[in-house]
């Protein structure tokens, strides 16, 4: 497709804030809201945390082990938090969660700060986001037109406006949730308004944020609108960026989190920490990789520190199902194992962080990528040995070890004792260098005897997948 003409005036945008929000009042309507809050913008309705007295909780009697252990190491959520939490997540400046790297866990009002707190969309690519972490996106309202749309994501390809329209041509890309009906906005100039709606106290309104003038076209029937965006503008669309419009389809593949789906259930956004439901606490999700059988993108956490023990996950999980829904805790409360869920033990093999197979994904894979991949974990450089990635099987399996005089594998399947990797980790006489794994603080940290004799099983076994 071609254009048939190009409007003269020069593309313009004004962002909304002090004085020029009056600017951005114009005569384009205002979404139409319901009276409800709608999905995905009421994450935190639940008021404000504030801590109250300890409550004292009637203990535990079974006889099972890992309860027992629960009960008499981390009896309340403070000592969840420092003898488990602080130790895997949070003590490593710049490496784990840790001031830089959001949720921050260092301080018993950190984690309490994540009960409620929303997950973290900003995870470098799209395909890192969580379907169940997408808020409601913004809505945009084009000068002429009767109804709003919500944007699912954004993107800005540079370049100077060509002749030429097409999916991938230079401009500010807008991906719509619903199909813009109307033609009449091809090749023409026009004001297109951002508002954004808030919940407060129970009432929804809508605020204009921005305002983009320019050349808009439509493409995929509607559903992808872009806006000419000469050089000199480009400043002002990074201003409109770094604004933060929000995205209802973060990763970009077709599903909006915070819709419902065709049997009426929203997806998210599921928050840090649920009260009452460690099942859609995102933060659990992530120890385990999946949350209600959905496949959650990025490595396991933690990253650079052992794995939770089925013992710290029930007391994890006791503790998200006990927490009031009110906001009202104190973090010396007791955690209730008695009345746990979770204490039953025909659930714990369903908590346990690294599953049960002693093949590549189910075990070898969650426990080196948390053992050791928060230093192997960068874009690897020809030879360089990384533990996390969709790539890391097969690596180890056809690569040598540049440090090794012999020339071994990383992995030979079937010959534990001529792979390089294994014989790292059980600090072998023939290896060159320091036993792995390292802890940055610590200095060396070996894995257990039970992960190790996995590890020698499965490549005993012929390494499988």
Request: aromatic share 8%; charged share 25%; net charge negative.
């Amino acid at each position: 497709m071609t254009r048939t003409h190009r409007a003269p005036w020069v593309s313009s945008i004004t962002l909304c804030w002090g004085a020029a929000l009056a600017a951005c009042q114009g005569t384009a309507p205002l979404p139409e809201l319901e009276d409800d809050p709608p999905a995905g913008l009421d994450w935190n309705d639940r008021g404000p945390t504030f801590l109250v007295e300890p409550i004292q909780a009637e203990p535990y009697v079974g006889s099972d082990e890992a309860v027992m252990e629960a009960q008499e190491r981390l009896a309340t959520g403070s000592e969840l938090h420092s003898e488990v939490v602080l130790r895997s997540c949070g003590p490593l400046g710049g490496v784990c969660h840790n001031k830089k790297e959001y949720p921050d866990m260092r301080t018993p009002s950190n984690f309490v700060g994540l009960i409620g707190a929303p997950c973290n969309v900003q995870s470098g690519t799209p395909e890192a986001v969580f379907d169940r972490c997408e808020r409601a996106g913004d809505h945009i309202v084009f000068e002429g037109h009767d109804r709003d749309y919500e944007i699912g994501w954004i993107e800005v390809i540079p370049g100077e406006p060509t002749d030429t329209v097409s999916e991938d041509m230079p401009g500010l890309h807008l991906h719509l949730a619903e199909e813009m009906e109307s033609g009449e906005l091809d090749g023409r100039w026009t004001t297109a308004r951002f508002y954004r709606s808030f919940v407060a106290q129970g009432e929804v309104s809508a605020i204009s944020y921005a305002v983009y003038s320019g050349v808009f076209y439509r493409l995929d029937g509607g559903k992808h609108i872009v806006a000419e965006v000469p050089d000199y503008r480009t400043e002002d669309v990074d201003e409109l960026i770094g604004a933060g419009v929000e995205q209802g389809d973060l990763n970009r593949n077709g599903v909006f989190g915070a819709h419902a789906t065709e049997d009426g259930e929203v997806l998210g956004p599921v928050p840090l920490i649920d009260p009452g439901s460690p099942e859609t606490s995102y933060l659990v999700a992530r120890m385990r990789g999946h949350m209600q059988g959905m496949p959650v993108p990025g490595s396991r956490m933690p990253l650079a520190n052992p794995p939770f023990s089925v013992a710290e996950m029930i007391a994890m999980f006791c503790f998200i199902e006990g927490l009031p829904d009110d906001g009202k805790i104190n973090l010396e409360s007791d955690i209730d194992y008695k009345n746990c869920s979770y204490a039953d033990p025909e659930t714990h093999p369903a908590l346990a962080v690294e599953g049960a197979g002693k093949n590549w994904s189910d075990r070898v894979s969650p426990l080196l990528e948390a053992n050791c991949g928060g230093c192997h974990s960068q874009d690897r450089a020809e030879g360089d040995l990384v533990l996390v990635g969709s790539d890391v099987y097969d690596f180890l399996r056809e690569t040598v070890s540049i440090t090794d005089p012999q020339g071994r594998l990383y992995v030979k399947p079937g010959d534990p004792q001529n792979s390089y990797l294994f014989l790292k980790l059980i600090g072998d006489s023939s290896i060159d260098g320091k036993r792995m794994p390292l802890d940055p603080l610590e200095g060396e940290r070996t894995l257990s005897e039970d992960e190790i004799a996995d590890i020698e099983a499965w490549i005993t076994d012929g390494a499988a997948p």
